[in-house]
């Protein structure tokens, strides 16, 4: 093996098996892109897993990984997070697996803030399962499940994250590979539960549900791209802005030459701005959209130990250790 290792390295020999055209084949080709830019070692790399279309992630890249079962894959790459806190755990769900089934796993790894990098792949559909309606999906979404149209109101990944107590919160665009890539590595650099959520196509079951927003030709009047510190800009030429409309409490669109000195700055530190940025419909916020840093549930876990964070004893030493009782 190479010492400097690129996308390539990252490669599996399996067959890669989704529907052609699937957005799951833009986030793959980003992600083994990625891992090789952050210096990803596949012995200290793992990726885990739930049920889905997404799920076959582990499958197709070089490292350790781990499908497992519905809605699970937090609860398990937790477990796998305390027992070697130096593995890069990467959480591959969808917005079934992570937010119906798994959606109290996912909450807990959030809450508790324990260094896994979540990426949820949002189709607004269950795809594996031949298109019934997912929490994401609008109201009146026909499928075989809600033949009427749905009723339910739509879960917002965002507004979960965030309720949840989520330290990190991005958003990305499955083709978008500069955007995407730069999200990927703010996720992978944050110590503590990253989740990013990336707007996935199903071509098959829910083609172009994204595509107000993501159609490349009106993607600079549909999308603001954040960047902590800078204004939040948009348009063409940058020519419109965000303010907060202070009677309303509300985010407004305004006209960024002619005042310029409402223009918001993105402060990725500011709850109460990240809330306003993933209710706002258009433009969709994309990047990260809130970083706030505090001490990892692994770190907490291994404080009181004589060791910090380093294991004492090695994996076939716990397996073998065991207590008996002696029932009179």
């Known amino acids: 093996m190479s010492a400097v290792m690129t996308a390539k390295d990252f490669e599996t020999s399996q067959e890669v098996r989704w529907c052609p055209g699937c957005g799951d084949y833009a986030i793959l080709k980003v992600m083994l892109k990625t891992l090789a ?4 070692k596949p012995e200290t790399t ?3 897993s739930g049920i889905g279309c997404s799920s076959r992630f582990p499958y197709y890249v070089e490292t350790y990984g781990f499908h497992t079962i519905h809605g699970r ?4 790459a937790t477990g796998l997070k305390l027992a070697n806190p130096d593995i890069d755990i990467w959480v591959i769900s969808g917005d079934g697996d992570g937010l119906s089934i798994g959606g109290n796993h996912l909450l807990h790894a959030l809450r508790r803030n324990v260094g896994l990098k979540i990426l949820l792949f949002n189709n607004e559909i269950y795809g594996l399962t031949k298109g019934q ?14 033949p009427g149209g749905s009723i339910d109101t739509a879960l917002s990944p ?7 107590g989520a330290r990190f919160f991005a958003r990305a665009v499955d083709t978008d590979k500069v955007g ?8 992978h650099g944050f110590d503590g539960a990253a989740m990013t959520e990336i707007f996935q196509n199903c071509i098959v079951y829910n083609e172009d549900v994204f595509a107000d927003f993501t159609d490349r030709k009106t993607a600079a009047e549909t999308q603001l791209r954040l960047t902590h510190g800078e204004p939040m800009l948009f348009g063409a030429g940058g020519e419109k802005g965000i303010r907060f409309d202070a009677e309303t409490y509300a985010l407004e669109i305004i006209d960024a030459k002619a005042r310029p000195d409402e223009v918001l700055r993105h402060d990725e530190k500011n709850k109460v701005l990240a809330g306003l940025l993933v209710e706002l419909e258009a433009p969709v ?3 990260v959209i809130y970083r ?11 404080a009181p130990r004589e060791n910090g964070l380093k294991r004492s004893r090695s994996v076939d030493d716990e397996l073998r250790r065991t207590n008996t009782w002696t029932v009179g």
């Open 73 to 76: 894959a937090p609860a398990i």
């Open 180 to 187: 995407l890539g730069a999200v990927l590595k703010a996720a």
């Open 37 to 40: 830019e952050i210096g990803a």
């Open 46 to 48: 793992a990726f885990i």
């Open 285 to 287: 916020a994309l990047g």
């Open 292 to 302: 706030n840093p505090a001490t990892s549930f692994e770190a907490s876990w291994y």
């Open 158 to 164: 965002g507004n979960f994250a965030l309720g949840a």
């Open 133 to 146: 309606y997912s929490p994401t999906s609008r109201i009146g979404t026909r499928s075989p499940s809600s």
